[in-house]
């Protein structure tokens, strides 16, 4: 790609960050998102850091600026009132002054902040604004492990597929067989008017989604209580590893700040975490795998979830292990890195999360790779994203065999980390 044709994407990027820019948080785009997006904005935010460095921090603390008493930082924010999204505040009935969903998404914030430090070119501005989001952020990964993990396993489990991210994964097709979708009060749904339906998650899952919805809210969305009496609880190592990572980077942030406890919590629970994640290594699929808390069984499925974990500090042969996979996954996909295994039955190149790439796992998994030293699958896959966008533009997602974009357009997080990806190739 010539130095021309990079220019013209990074400006095409930071326009599309404009374009979607609320004043005080972003969407993720327009139309079929129209609200603020927990994990979007932070790694939102590191885009706009490449541009206006007091406009990154601002979309962090607005976002931090909802977090709920008990510590949890909610999925969405509702800023204002859009009929144009299903399930909308009155679904959710969390009662807050600003609503807010009820559930939250992988712990990015920690990454995000200690990153949009590193970058900062006025060093006063983020020591000031940093030194103010630690002790939330801390706070929140508090929560995770008082609220997500009773048993003290050091691994968090999640209660609902939308705090993966990962919405219709195939990791929880089995799981999910436990959700009933009976009593569920009738609804219509809004994504599937912007987007194409065959692309996006089934009735049957929407259901599903607003059963468990219904029944949070029917026990007043009281943290003490949702994890047991949920019959979804994932133990995911996807989000596991960010959650490690986050507090990796919030104990070294909080160390060069002086915040010496913040950084030791920190420091602990990602020591601990780290231990508690080898109990997902599934040596046949060689990566990680999800375990379902209800069945007390490991999940059969090879998804990217097992991947992410190159983000956190690895032992060596764990690390080489991952980078085979994902070799033997570039003879199966044109573009890496496909949510799931081609190979596996259930794979389906278009349809969101159960087979699309996406442009923010593909940083996030990149990340890990340079910090472990496998520079040439990083620079790889680096490559294979710059050339969807070159040729799809900024789409939600992409079909992994074909490239073909798909999802919401112009998408926010797709230029963010379009931007990292082309500073990395500079
Ligand atoms: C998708 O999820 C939302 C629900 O949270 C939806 O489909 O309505 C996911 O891709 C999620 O990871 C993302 O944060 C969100 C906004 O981009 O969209």
Redesign the pocket.
């Known amino acids: 790609m010539t130095d021309q044709r990079r220019k013209e994407i990074f400006d095409e990027a930071a326009q599309i960050l404009k374009i979607n820019d609320r004043g005080t948080y972003t969407v993720?785009t327009h139309g079929l998102?129209p609200f603020q997006?927990n994990?979007?904005s932070c790694l939102t935010a590191i885009g706009q850091s490449h541009v206006d460095e007091k406009r990154a921090w601002l979309e962090v603390d607005t976002l931090l600026a909802h977090q709920w008493e008990d510590g949890m930082v909610p999925?969405?924010v509702f800023h204002q009132h859009d009929e144009g999204y299903f399930p909308g505040p009155e679904v959710w009935g969390t009662n807050r002054p600003v609503p807010t969903s009820g559930i939250t998404?992988p712990p990015i914030a920690g990454f995000a902040v200690k990153r949009l430090f590193d970058m900062a070119k006025d060093k006063e501005l983020a020591s000031t604004r940093a030194r103010q989001l630690l002790p939330k952020i801390d706070r929140w990964h508090q929560w995770f492990y008082e609220s997500r993990d009773p048993e003290k396993t050091d691994l968090v489990a999640l209660i609902h597929p939308?705090e993966s991210?990962?919405?219709n994964s195939i990791d929880w097709d089995a799981a999910f067989e436990r959700v009933p979708t009976d009593g569920v009060t009738p609804y219509t749904r809004r994504?599937t008017q912007h987007a194409d339906p065959s692309h996006r998650p089934t009735k049957d899952q929407y259901d599903r989604y607003i059963w468990l919805v219904e029944r949070f809210r029917s026990l007043g969305w009281d943290n003490a209580v949702l994890h047991d009496a949920s019959p979804f609880q994932m133990v995911d190592p996807g989000f596991n590893a960010i959650l490690i990572r986050s507090c990796a980077d919030l104990a070294e942030l909080a160390h060069i700040l002086g915040e010496t406890d913040i950084a030791e919590r920190n420091k602990a629970r990602a020591t601990q975490g780290l231990t508690a994640m080898d109990s997902l290594w599934n040596e046949t699929l060689k990566q990680y795998v999800c375990f379902d808390r209800v069945a007390n069984a490991h999940v059969d499925s090879a998804s990217i979830a097992g991947l992410i974990p190159i983000l956190v500090s690895l032992p060596r042969d764990r690390a080489d292990k991952l980078v085979d996979t994902l070799v033997a996954l570039s003879k199966t996909s044109r573009y890496l890195v496909p949510s799931h295994d081609p190979s596996d039955v259930r794979f389906d190149a278009k349809r969101y999360?159960r087979g699309p790439v996406w442009l923010i796992i593909n940083y996030l998994i990149t990340d890990g790779l340079r910090k472990s030293g496998h520079d040439d699958m990083a620079q790889q896959i680096e490559s294979a994203s710059l050339e969807l966008i070159n040729t799809g533009g900024f789409a939600e997602y992409y079909d992994p065999l074909t490239g073909e974009p798909c999802g919401g357009a112009s998408f926010t997080w797709t230029a963010a980390m379009v931007m990292e990806f082309l500073e990395r190739a500079a």
Do not use: L
Request: charged letters at 30%; hydrophobic letters at 35%; proline letters at 7%.
């Open positions: 993720p998102y997006w994990w979007d999925h969405i998404q939308w991210g990962r919405d994504d999360w």
